[in-house]
């Protein structure tokens, strides 16, 4: 069986073709700045060949048909013809309280996913878009799987979903945290427990997703029961653009001394903080790391208020779960950084974690594996995460369940 991965964005579409016999990629790309001027896509195999093309795509149903050439190009395809496309894989962000698991998608699925677009404006309504233009190209027979972020997380409590304002607006507008990143805790926390020797029930891992956007989670048995993404992925702790978590009345009091709209209030808070607005330098964190090396001290202070923010947040998922057997480091900082693992780790010590400086500067750019010592009490890992896997596996068994 092959499946096609989407990841439907509203000006983006990356899509990876995997062959689930041994689950590897046969080619992966993305069709960028789809509805905009000087749209393109590229195509990736894995022996390294590439190829870039600018064509113009109005909407996701052209780009779908780019990619469907892409698969099938005389140079660098990897099918004889689409029949060989078993199932069409999905990444939804926002299943709210709808939707637990993985889903066929039908029709009622997707006004489903559609009522929830005011909790995931931009992304959801992509994903909408992404599912009926493949119905497009793909036709309707074959089978498409809706894969949700939101999933893995619906297994909180509500001690730890629910925020303390008036119960109201939780049952009028559904307001609560929802956690995102999903596919990527559950697959960490999974390869995790391989990694340790165990059997998943009866662990307790705290799963790091380090990136531009990042998150943390706490993960019981194989189960979320707390992360630090809320209502949206603006919550938790500083990112790339993003503030994470502060005092609310911060928001209240800089947009009446601003003057500013709730609109540019949000652009703040999601598009101009986080390490950008402390660094005052760039959201990319390997700016930062030049900078920072070269005295800069808002560079500096950028980092060590990260490492710190999420220290925290380990800290108190260990005293969430009354324990910890491994902490798990992954995504683009998570894996490529080691001296943020280093930053993080120095404040665990009081949890018994002992880590190796070899080890964890050696585990880079692709390598995973655990960077504590024999003598740790908790263990740490970098494990490079996969989430179109999950996305790809959730399909396949979906599918030949029909």
Same mark, same amino acid.
């Given at each position: 069986?092959?499946v ?7 000006s ?5 073709l995997i062959?689930m ?8 790309g ?8 000087g749209?393109?896509?590229t ?17 996701h149903?052209?780009?779908?048909l ?11 395809g990897?099918?004889k ?7 069409v894989g999905?990444?939804?962000?926002q ?5 637990s698991?993985?889903v066929?998608i ?9 009522s ?15 599912i ?7 036709g #309707?027979?074959?089978? *498409?799987v809706?894969?949700?972020?939101t999933a893995?997380? +619906?297994t @909180?409590?509500? =001690? ?6 008036p ?7 559904k307001?609560?945290?929802?956690g995102?990143?999903g596919?990527s805790?559950r697959?960490?926390s999974?390869?995790?427990?391989e990694?340790?020797g165990r059997?998943?029930?009866g662990?307790?891992i ?9 998150s943390?989670?706490a ?10 993404m809320?209502l949206?992925p603006?919550d938790g ?6 503030t994470g978590s502060?005092?609310?009345?911060v928001? #209240?009091?800089?947009? *009446? ?8 209030? +949000?652009? @703040?808070l999601n =598009?101009k903080s986080?390490l950008?607005?402390?660094?005052g330098i760039s959201?990319?964190?390997?700016d ?5 090396s070269?005295?800069?001290k ?7 208020m990260?490492?710190?923010e999420?220290?925290k ?13 491994a902490?798990?480091f992954?995504?683009g900082l998570?894996?490529?950084?080691a001296?943020h693992?280093t930053?993080v780790?120095k ?6 974690l ?7 500067a050696e585990?880079?750019?692709?390598? *995973?594996?655990?960077?504590s ?23 396949k068994d ?5």
């Open positions: 069986m092959k096609l991965v989407i990841n439907a964005g509203s983006s579409l990356k899509y990876q062959d016999r041994d689950e590897s990629v046969l080619a992966k993305n069709c960028e700045r789809i509805g905009l001027e749209s393109f896509i195509h990736k195999l894995p022996d390294g060949r590439s190829k870039r093309m600018e064509v113009s795509m109005p909407n149903t052209i780009a779908f780019q990619v469907k050439n892409m698969l099938l190009d005389e140079e660098l990897v099918i013809n689409l029949n060989e496309v078993s199932a999905h990444r939804i962000v299943g709210g309280s709808l939707f698991k993985s066929l039908t029709e009622k699925v997707i006004e489903g996913i559609e929830l677009i005011p909790l995931a404006p931009l992304h959801n309504k992509a994903h909408v878009q992404g009926r233009a493949c119905m497009e190209v793909f #309707t027979e074959v089978p *498409e809706a894969v949700f972020d893995f997380h +619906s @909180m409590p509500p =001690k730890a979903y629910m925020f303390p304002i119960y109201e607006y939780y049952e009028k507008y307001i609560r945290r929802y995102f990143h596919t805790h697959y960490v999974t390869r995790c427990a990694m340790m059997d998943i029930v662990t307790k705290i799963t790091c997703h380090l990136g531009n956007g990042s943390i989670a993960v019981q048995d194989g189960k979320c029961v707390d992360t630090s809320g949206t603006l702790f500083m990112m790339g653009t993003r502060l005092d609310p009345s928001v #209240t009091f800089i947009a *009446e001394k601003e003057h500013m709209t709730p609109q540019e209030m +949000s652009d @703040m =598009k986080g950008l607005g402390i660094s959201s990319d964190d390997r930062i790391v030049k900078a920072a070269e005295g800069n808002r560079a500096i202070l950028a980092h060590e990260l490492e710190y999420i220290a947040f380990v800290g108190g998922y260990a005293a969430a779960m009354n324990g910890c057997d902490i798990v992954t995504a998570g894996e490529n950084q001296s693992r930053g780790c404040y665990l010590t009081h949890l018994g002992e880590i190796d400086e070899q080890r964890n585990l880079v750019h692709g390598k *995973e594996g655990e960077f010592t024999p003598n740790s009490k908790v263990k740490a890992y970098i494990i490079c995460t996969n989430e179109e896997l999950v996305i790809a596996r959730d399909t979906i599918v030949e369940s029909l």
